[in-house]
């Protein structure tokens, strides 16, 4: 029996983001169906389906254009308007339907926990997870392109992120669930990090878990140069994020406007969509930017308390306490 969700609206004076509880999980309130959720969460896999997961800002975008690349030989990619809405769903905004038309196997994106992602043994998850100081900048400056919600200052957020109150809920809480199935036969557990120093590399360990085919496939020299290029930050960046300029987000018209968002790309957007700094650096350590001494000496105090005793303790180290700011 799916559990009722909850409004978790501004309730006081200090500036909050918008969220709503599903089964226990904060989600942004803006532009997303509860019920739509409910029924991704519910969702039965097929045992060729293919799952890319990870909390917000952590390179899930770039990673189902580094799959969809391996999948198709280095073709040259969708919009990232229409990869993330038509050709690799992201399911709690898209809900079931875009599914029904995918090829097999079918590759779909979600955020969610372990416990509440859509499981099979027999289904392949990919997930990613980027250290917890740049995630918190990205996942800030993602909220400052969302059209439509409350400003709020690094600082603000950067509270918010060690309360765990913003979508997609608590960063470490999600982490962990997913690590203690880093090493099933079904899971290919990356870091961002890793990504970044040896794309190459990782094109490689993504094609050999997603099957010998497209293993083979990216030993040829140039599909392999194909899916670097067109897996680049520069050029998914002259690629294009399209948002409405003034969305409507009542509740009977959200998945009309979803549609439309996902057909676009840079010489469809017009005017009534603004590109928006969806690739904004891609880069690792951008966080030393905008934690102040004191941000840091309480992340790291945050860090050590949330993975003391579990599998992740000594997974990474508290920082230096030094800033640029």
């Not at 990919?126 to 392109?145: E, K, L």
């Not at 018209?253 to 928006?276: H, P, S, Y």
């Amino acid at each position: 029996m799916a559990q009722q969700s909850e409004n978790m609206g501004q309730t006081s004076e200090e500036p909050k983001y918008p969220l709503v509880k599903v089964r226990g999980l904060f989600l942004p309130e803006f532009f997303l169906l509860p019920d739509v959720v409910e029924k991704v969460i519910d969702y039965k896999p097929n045992k060729d389906d293919i799952f890319i997961v990870t909390y917000p800002k952590c390179g899930t975008t770039w990673t189902q254009f580094l799959v969809w690349e391996i999948m198709h030989k280095g073709a040259f990619p969708p919009s990232p308007n229409q990869m993330m809405f038509q050709h690799i769903p992201f399911l709690e905004f898209t809900g079931l339907d875009p599914v029904k038309n995918l090829p097999k196997p079918r590759v779909m994106k979600t955020h969610l926990p372990f416990d509440l992602q859509p499981y099979s043994p027999l289904t392949k998850y990919i997930y990613i997870v980027r250290n917890p100081w740049d995630c918190c900048v990205s996942y800030y400056h993602h909220h400052c392109m969302e059209p439509g919600l409350i400003h709020l200052t690094f600082d603000q957020y950067f509270n918010l992120f060690i309360k765990g109150e913003l979508g997609w809920g608590d960063f470490f809480d999600h982490i962990l669930s997913w690590f203690k199935h880093r090493n099933d036969p079904n899971v290919l557990f990356l870091t961002y990090e890793e990504m970044k120093k040896n794309t190459k590399k990782v094109i490689l360990q993504i094609a050999k878990f997603l099957g010998e085919s497209y293993y083979k496939d990216v030993q040829d020299e140039g599909v392999m140069e194909n899916c670097l290029k067109h897996s680049d930050f520069k050029f998914l960046k002259n690629l294009g994020m399209f948002f409405p300029s003034n969305p409507n987000v009542e509740n009977d018209v959200v998945g009309e406007t979803i549609k439309q968002i996902g057909q676009i790309d840079r010489n469809t957007a017009g005017e009534d969509f603004k590109e928006v700094a969806f690739f904004r650096k891609g880069v690792v350590g951008d966080w030393k930017n905008y934690f102040s001494q004191d941000q840091i000496k309480i992340f790291n105090a945050h860090l050590l308390n949330k993975l003391k005793n579990t599998e992740m303790e000594n997974f990474w180290k508290p920082v230096e306490e030094e800033t640029s700011l």
